[in-house]
T-cell receptor, first 114, second 113 residues
Framework: DAGITQSPRHKVTETGTPVTLRCHQTENHRYMYWYRQDPGHGLRLIHYSYGVKDTDKGEVSDGYSVSRSKTEDFLLTLESATSSQTSVYFC?????????????FGPGTRLTVL | QKEVEQDPGPLSVPEGAIVSLNCTYSNSAFQYFMWYRQYSRKGPELLMYTYSSGNKEDGRFTAQVDKSSKYISLFIRDSQPSDSATYLCAMKGVTGGGNKLTFGTGTQLKVEL
């Protein structure tokens, strides 16, 4: 998984609780991404980062926030989890963000919101 | 209408068969095309990457791009049970920040013994 770890790998939580997922990379890549994967929707981008403290929204960013204080770590926070946020979350990294640069994915975090 | 359409399957074939997986897209700005393979409960892994019309071959895999028809394909020759996975097409434009990819929904493939 290209030097990418995600934690936790599985989590069950209750509606209304805050949840933070962590992505850690050892590749020193500039770009980091958070996706969610749901049946019938494929992978959808939540937020991405193009450097320390530099982030931007993806197509499904409502209800999520992110932070990146170090090159190697990208955090995804659900401020108040809802059942619609039950999903598998993937972190990805890429080097330059241009041209033939591509994304490499982590192993995923399976989140269930009851 | 989604920008990228992909038949979800499932597709079941016998071992040794030739498999054809396809995606169509509507955004003419897409110039780079990828195929990812995803095993059950794993993250997607990059399989093939192309950025021009035509064919690109890598072992048993051939990626084909037809920009005029907005159609891409992945062919798997001599399919093996280990090829059983979900195959995701992905694409992006030349410009636009963040190297953002647009994915198809994935086709589930099962290769039977």
């Amino acid at each position: 998984d290209a030097g990418i770890t995600q934690s936790p790998r599985h989590k069950v939580t209750e509606t209304g609780t805050p949840v933070t997922l962590r992505c850690h990379q050892t590749e020193n890549h500039r770009y980091m991404y958070w996706y969610r994967q749901d049946p019938g929707h494929g992978l959808r981008l939540i937020h991405y980062s193009y450097g320390v403290k530099d982030t931007d929204k993806g197509e499904v960013s409502d209800g999520y926030s992110v932070s990146r204080s170090k090159t190697e770590d990208f955090l995804l926070t659900l401020e108040s989890a809802t059942s619609s946020q039950t999903s598998v979350y993937f972190c990805a990294i890429s080097d330059s963000g241009v041209g033939t640069d591509t994304q490499y994915f982590g192993p995923g975090t399976r989140l269930t919101v009851l | 209408q989604k920008e990228v359409e992909q038949d979800p399957g499932p597709l079941s074939v016998p071992e040794g068969a030739i498999v054809s997986l396809n995606c169509t897209y509507s955004n003419s700005a897409f110039q780079y095309f990828m195929w990812y393979r995803q095993y059950s409960r794993k993250g997607p892994e990059l399989l093939m990457y192309t950025y021009s019309s035509g064919n690109k071959e890598d072992g048993r895999f051939t990626a084909q791009v037809d920009k005029s028809s907005k159609y891409i394909s992945l062919f798997i020759r001599d399919s093996q049970p280990s090829d059983s996975a979900t195959y995701l097409c992905a694409m992006k434009g030349v410009t636009g920040g963040g190297n953002k990819l647009t994915f198809g929904t994935g086709t589930q493939l099962k290769v039977e013994l």
